[in-house]
């Protein structure tokens, strides 16, 4: 996840990476899991950048990162959305066991 976001660093207007930043510590803030805001973020930062290019505001070729990224997240954090969906995901200061 953190080479993505280096590369959303580049093609991304700050203010967005605000908002993403911004809606990963809201998630963490609300649920103490890490993993649920870290996919919520990058689900809006790969959403915005599919909406600007439909809108002609970027290359037709950022779609297709922004869809390859979006998968790979998703299959990184495969393990940790069945633990979600299961009740069973860790949250944030949560001791093991």
Known sequence: ??????????????HIIAIMLFI?????????YMSLGVLLMFTFGMGWIILRVSQGAMPWEYTLYAVIAQLL??????????????????RMFERAG
């Not at 996840?1 to 700050?14: D, H, M, R, S």
């Not at 510590?25 to 103490?32: N, W």
């Open 1 to 14: 996840a953190a080479v993505t976001f280096g590369t959303l660093l580049l093609i991304v207007p700050f």
């Open 73 to 90: 997240i998703l299959v990184r954090f495969q393990g940790n959305i069945k633990r979600l969906l299961n009740g069973t995901e860790r």
């Open 24 to 32: 990963c510590g809201v998630i963490i803030a609300l649920t103490r």
